[in-house]
């Protein structure tokens, strides 16, 4: 059975950095990503990782964040730097077995965390 774990979600001012990790017990052909949701928004993709370890980024983070898979510790992670408050939201953690970009249909993810929460303040 597949489970994924998110940790590293907290409070941060602007202009602050955060790292997100996410376990997961799946093969390390699985493509995997992040995403994020905010209160009364939409669920929308934020950065994904191939199964080569080929990144892929929202418009909104590129170069502030950072995504990255660990193959032997089943562990991917998202590098949040220079955050701003538009950041703010529940984080998940997804994988699907096919490849995947953040332009992915969100319906090809099959497995999913619980989240963890991120809020920049001011």
């Known amino acids: 059975q597949v489970q994924l774990a998110e940790s590293g979600g907290g409070s941060v001012q602007a202009g602050g950095s955060l790292r997100l990790s996410c376990v997961a017990s799946?093969?390390?052909?699985?493509?995997m990503a992040w995403f994020r949701q905010a209160p009364g928004k939409e669920r929308e993709g934020v950065a994904s990782i191939t199964s080569t370890s080929r990144p892929s980024y929202e418009d909104s983070v590129k170069g502030r964040f950072t995504i990255s898979r660990d193959y032997i510790k089943k562990t991917i992670y998202l590098q949040m730097n220079s955050l701003k408050p538009e950041d703010t939201a529940m984080y998940y953690c997804?994988?699907?077995?096919?490849?995947?970009?953040?332009?992915?249909?969100?319906?090809?993810?099959?497995?999913w965390g619980q989240g963890t929460q991120v809020t920049v303040s001011s």
């Open positions: 997804a994988a699907t077995p096919a490849t995947c970009t953040v332009a992915t249909a969100i319906g090809l993810f099959n497995y």
């Open positions: 799946m093969l390390p052909n699985y493509c």
